[in-house]
């Protein structure tokens, strides 16, 4: 079984600065993909950022970068020039890619406010 | 075209109620999971279909938990004499096939009393 481990529950940032989130997750698993999504106050989640485990570059979406650790089992997920909007829950998710079901596997989760 | 969209977005049952949990897809989405999410905490898996074919019902917390999918397409999710500890938000998600992204609906949150 996977799990996913979000350590820190809150998270406060200036607008405009940088904020890393961390998770960190265990597994047997070789192959997988780790996701982050965010969960604003409406809650409709929303795909933030999507890492496969087989590769080695870490994956980037605008403001949105991840720092994938895989010896460590770490992903942590860095919001630069952070707005307003990015207050939100955000969520660390694990996904296993071998055999049927690709339930997803969720951390509790971390508040993060962004501060004007 | 719409995204995932769940009805009705909010329900207050009273204990020993039955209730039903409408999840439309996105058309074309074979994969389709339950989740279910208590306040302040992540999602977890209840169920997940392929197609009309419920694979895995492992994460549903007991036999009052039912799901279904008779074509495929539109699920829904019924809990039979709902207790206080079913008060949630129940999400659905579904996928182009298993191992894609999956897509969220807004969720309907039960409120058991």
């Known amino acids: 079984a996977q799990t996913v481990t979000q350590s820190q529950p809150e998270m406060s940032v200036q607008e405009a600065e940088t904020v890393t989130l961390s998770c960190t997750y265990d597994t047997s698993e070789n192959n997988y993909y780790l996701f982050w999504y965010k969960q604003p106050p409406s809650r409709q989640m929303i795909l933030v950022i999507r890492?496969?485990?087989?590769?080695?570059q870490n994956a980037t979406e605008n403001r949105f970068s991840v720092n994938f650790q895989k010896a460590a089992k770490s992903f942590s997920l860095k919001i630069s020039d952070s707005q307003l909007g990015d207050t939100a829950m955000y969520f660390c998710a694990f996904l296993r890619t071998t055999g049927a079901n690709s339930k997803l596997t969720f951390g509790k989760g971390i508040t993060l406010s962004v501060r004007p | 075209g719409a995204g995932v969209s769940q009805s009705p977005r909010y329900k207050v049952a009273k204990r020993g109620q039955d209730v039903a949990l409408r999840c439309d897809p996105i058309?074309?989405?074979?994969?389709l999971f339950w989740y279910q999410q208590a306040l302040g905490q992540g999602p977890e898996f209840l169920t997940y279909f392929q197609n009309e074919a419920q694979l895995d019902k492992s994460g549903l917390p007991s036999d009052r938990f039912f799901a279904e999918r008779p074509e495929g397409s539109v699920s829904t999710l019924k809990i039979q004499r709902t207790q206080q500890e079913d008060s949630a938000v129940y999400l659905c998600?579904?996928?182009?096939?298993?191992?894609?992204?999956?897509?969220f609906g807004p969720g309907t949150r039960l409120t058991v009393t």
């Open positions: 890492q496969e485990a087989y590769k080695q």
């Open positions: 998600a579904s996928s182009l096939a298993d191992n894609y992204e999956q897509y």
């Open positions: 058309s074309g989405h074979v994969s």
